[in-house]
């Protein structure tokens, strides 16, 4: 599972919500480097989202930072955090974000985030 969220052939598979595609990704998941993905959504113009790495710990998690590049008026820099638990033949994600500047980015990204798991379970069935 933490190869699914680090390496970029995989990640590419099921990063973003329902129906967006990633374009191109820049993803070496290493602590000071930073990141660059291309999100495609089914209609309208591609854009990107970007940050740097603060931890990576295989197996166990990995944090970045995180941002729209030509961002809302209400996004705000913010880090998100993944944790693997490996429980007998499954691994649980837990996944962290914050902070948000309003609830309705937080929607959206809670929504954008379903959607990757989604997609992300998907892989592994």
Wanted: net charge negative; with cysteine; glycine share 8%.
């Amino acid at each position: 599972m933490f190869a699914a969220c680090t390496d970029p052939e995989p990640l590419a598979r099921w990063f973003g919500p329902s129906e967006f595609t990633v374009g191109s990704l820049d993803f070496p998941a290493r602590v000071g480097e930073s990141y660059r993905i291309e999100m495609k959504p089914p209609e309208g113009d591609p854009f990107f989202i970007a940050g740097q790495f603060l931890e990576v710990e295989a197996p166990a998690g990995l944090a970045f930072t995180f941002r729209y590049e030509d961002p809302d008026p209400d996004d705000i820099e913010n880090t998100a955090r993944l944790a693997f638990r490996q429980v007998g033949d499954v691994t649980n994600v837990r996944l962290t974000q914050e902070p948000f500047k309003t609830e309705e980015r937080l929607a959206l990204h809670r929504d954008g985030w379903g959607d990757s798991f989604d997609k992300l379970e998907r892989l592994f069935r």
